[in-house]
């Protein structure tokens, strides 16, 4: 979507910025990965398709992505930001006739992040961007039935389930938007800052040559 193509949104210990090219060589290293194929559904992509992928991913109006940065390791000017990344996050206009139904899609791609509660934070930051910037009313999730913990998590955000796909071995999950949690999921996500990324990456660049 070129509605995220420079935003960036800091959370308390992430940041989300727009899924750019220097990102696409770490994402295509991840997606080798048999497990997180399997986690995520998808079928391995030379690199070539995977530069693909992100020009659609910037570019169609239906899709919104941000990549998931761990915010200290950013903080150090030092670090590239690619040695930053930690997973993606997006947003799925899955039906044309109704553009305030939403599919969510989370990925912590680095082992060494899970189980840390950062799935949460970034999915009620996503949750907080849809709603406010994209006027969505409804979130899906759909995820595989031996992903527990993705399961566990959604439902822990008051997600609840409304089909078991045994075919393609998913479950799906929705969200509906009412007033109240609207205000709820704005409450919640009162820390986030929206920033312009561009802006953000040359002050960063200012600090490595001071």
Known sequence: ???????????????LVPYNENHVSRYHEWMKSPELQQLTASEPLTLEQEHDMQRSWREDHDKCTFIILDKQLWKDPGVEEEQCMLGDVNIFLTDPTDPSLAELEIMIAEASYRGRGLGKEVTRMMMSYGVTKLGIKKFQAKIGLDNEVSVGMFKKLHFHEVS???????VTLEMTVDEAVRTGLLDETAFMKERDYTQACRDRQELVSQ
């Open 1 to 15: 979507m070129k509605i995220n193509e420079n935003i960036s949104l800091e959370g308390q210990r992430v940041l």
């Open 164 to 170: 078991v796909c045994k075919v393609f071995k998913e």
